[in-house]
């Protein structure tokens, strides 16, 4: 039986399934310390604050030139 994660924090694969990628990618960031985690046992568990911090960092704003016109 899996145990479930504290509601504060997600596993890899809820956290794959919000950035809808691979688990072994959300490892993958983890490993490159570009997403930080708790290593509990065999399981990664990742904080929701971290996991909204991710996604601000890389959110891609769109630039405007001087004519309103996005470049």
């Known amino acids: ?19 809808r990628v691979r688990p072994s990618t959300v490892r993958w960031l983890i490993r490159t310390q570009q997403l930080t985690a708790q290593h509990i046992g065999e399981e990664f568990l990742i904080d929701k604050s971290d996991l909204v911090a991710f996604i601000d ?15």
């Open 1 to 19: 039986m899996k145990h479930q994660a504290h509601p504060l924090y997600l596993t890899t694969s809820e956290v794959a399934a919000q950035l």
């Open 57 to 71: 960092a890389h959110i891609i704003r769109p630039r405007f030139d001087g004519w309103g016109q996005i470049t």
